[in-house]
């Protein structure tokens, strides 16, 4: 079964999307829906579903708003309208699929067997991680060797990611922080927010807010995300409400 929620400030709209879910689509299991921006924040937070269907209109606030503030690469949403011209800003913000209304059954019916492919391939058996030494940062000219063990965080910058070392040094590779994190493959390493990566051995405190935040040994401060608490408490061997 996968976990699913629905967002939309119509009431009518969800019903209607619920009951065409609970007809056709039994491996979907609704649990829960919102009318509201907020209502959607604190459902998602607390339920981490497999499916988020979300309307872009959420009274004088947007879909958008909604994905920024969760700020997670990880979740499956497919996003609902009346509006052709939302299509390019939807695939910037890395929803699965973008469904016109009145929703047609073979979109709806493909916008779920995507996600089920995303999850399928993600959950499946995975050799096992060897864990690299060096971090190797490509240019034109030079292929540049970082030791993993100096590397104090990451942080994304657009397309680029800026890499901070001991001894105040700073590296800018040419690629994402998404495609960073798949190359270094090393346990220490922990994704605290959708735009930061951190080595848990350069953590010198926690600072207890909402959310928390990561003070690191050369004193930056980064935010944990609301998507992320949960997995970076459990990491580093303390209770999510511990960070409140």
């Not at 700073?170 to 390493?189: C, D, G, H, M, W």
């Not at 690191?216 to 409400?241: C, H």
């Given at each position: 079964?996968?976990?699913?929620?629905?967002?939309?400030?119509?009431?009518?709209?969800?019903?209607?999307?619920?009951?065409?879910?609970?007809?056709?689509?039994?491996?979907?299991?609704?649990?829960g829906t919102a009318?509201?921006?907020?209502?959607?924040?604190?459902?998602?937070?607390?339920?981490?579903?497999?499916?988020?269907?979300?309307?872009?209109?959420?009274?004088?606030?947007?879909?958008?708003?909604?994905?920024?503030?969760?700020?997670?690469?990880?979740?499956?949403?497919?996003?609902?309208?009346?509006?052709?011209?939302?299509?390019?800003?939807?695939?910037?913000?890395?929803?699965?699929?973008?469904?016109?209304?009145?929703?047609?059954?073979?979109?709806?019916?493909?916008?779920?067997?995507?996600?089920?492919?995303?999850?399928?391939?993600?959950t499946s058996v995975?050799?096992?991680?060897?864990?690299?030494?060096?971090?190797?940062?490509?240019?034109?000219?030079?292929?540049?060797?970082?030791?993993?063990?100096?590397?104090?965080?990451?942080?994304?910058?657009?397309?680029?990611?800026?890499?901070?070392?001991?001894?105040?040094?700073?590296?800018?590779?040419?690629?994402?922080?998404?495609?960073?994190?798949?190359?270094?493959?090393?346990?220490?390493?922990?994704?605290?927010?959708?735009?930061?990566?951190?080595?848990?051995?350069?953590?010198?405190?926690?600072?207890?807010?909402?959310?928390?935040?990561?003070?690191?040994?050369?004193?930056?401060?980064?935010?944990?995300?609301?998507?992320?608490?949960?997995?970076?408490?459990?990491?580093?061997?303390?209770?999510?409400?511990?960070?409140?």
């Amino acid at each position: 079964m996968l976990s699913t929620i629905i967002v939309d400030d119509e009431r009518l709209n969800i019903s209607l999307l619920e009951s065409t879910l609970q007809k056709y689509y039994p491996e979907l299991k609704i649990i829960g829906t919102a009318e509201t921006l907020h209502n959607a924040f604190e459902l998602i937070i607390n339920k981490k579903p497999d499916i988020i269907f979300l309307d872009i209109q959420l009274h004088d606030q947007t879909a958008f708003d909604l994905i920024e503030m969760l700020d997670d690469d990880d979740l499956n949403i497919i996003l609902i309208t009346a509006y052709e011209y939302y299509g390019i800003k939807a695939i910037k913000y890395g929803v699965v699929d973008y469904l016109l209304k009145p929703i047609q059954m073979v979109e709806l019916t493909n916008a779920i067997k995507k996600i089920k492919n995303k999850i399928q391939l993600k959950t499946s058996v995975k050799q096992p991680v060897i864990e690299k030494e060096f971090l190797h940062i490509h240019s034109r000219e030079h292929i540049e060797m970082l030791k993993l063990v100096d590397i104090i965080y990451l942080a994304a910058n657009g397309s680029y990611t800026d890499i901070y070392l001991i001894n105040n040094v700073k590296v800018v590779a040419s690629r994402p922080l998404k495609y960073i994190e798949e190359q270094i493959q090393a346990t220490n390493f922990l994704r605290v927010h959708n735009s930061y990566i951190v080595n848990i051995y350069y953590i010198d405190k926690i600072i207890k807010t909402k959310y928390g935040r990561v003070v690191m040994k050369n004193g930056f401060e980064i935010p944990i995300s609301a998507t992320k608490r949960k997995i970076v408490a459990e990491s580093l061997g303390f209770k999510t409400n511990h960070l409140e």
